[in-house]
């Protein structure tokens, strides 16, 4: 059995949630649409009432936002675990920030298309204390 440096499916989900990262701080929908599989589903209770959106209506709420990128914010993306339930299906825990807005993203992927993407994203948040 292979380690996880050295799987080239572990190295897949890593290279995706990287993109990932990449499409939350620049607010770039394109890589976004390359690491989301079209019918994605985008969900959190966080509020305390159940939001969820498709790609459809997730990918222009992203282009509608000045990008943390753009307001020089520092990157705080870090991957937390990812765990495969089979050759083809692996959960990822991600952290990243966004605003005032602290992260936790259970991401479910799937290897579909010869690639692996995102199906789903269910995620919860914390505002940041003020520094």
Avoid: N
Avoid at 27 to 44: E, N
């Amino acid at each position: 059995m292979s380690g996880p440096s050295t799987d080239p499916q572990f190295a897949a989900v890593v290279e995706v949630l990287y993109h990932y990262f990449d499409g939350l701080h620049r607010s770039d929908t394109s890589i976004l649409r390359r690491v989301f599989h079209p019918k994605a589903l985008y969900a959190t209770a966080t509020d305390g009432i159940l939001l969820e959106l498709d790609m459809d209506r997730y990918f222009p709420i992203v282009d509608g936002r000045p990008s943390p990128a753009s307001r020089g914010e520092e990157r705080a993306d870090r991957i937390l675990s990812i765990e495969f339930a089979g050759p083809v299906t692996a959960l990822a825990k991600v952290q990243c920030a966004i605003g005032d807005k602290a992260f936790i993203d259970l991401l479910s992927l799937v290897y579909v298309d010869g690639r692996w993407q995102i199906i789903a994203k269910v995620f919860h948040y914390d505002i940041k204390p003020v520094q």
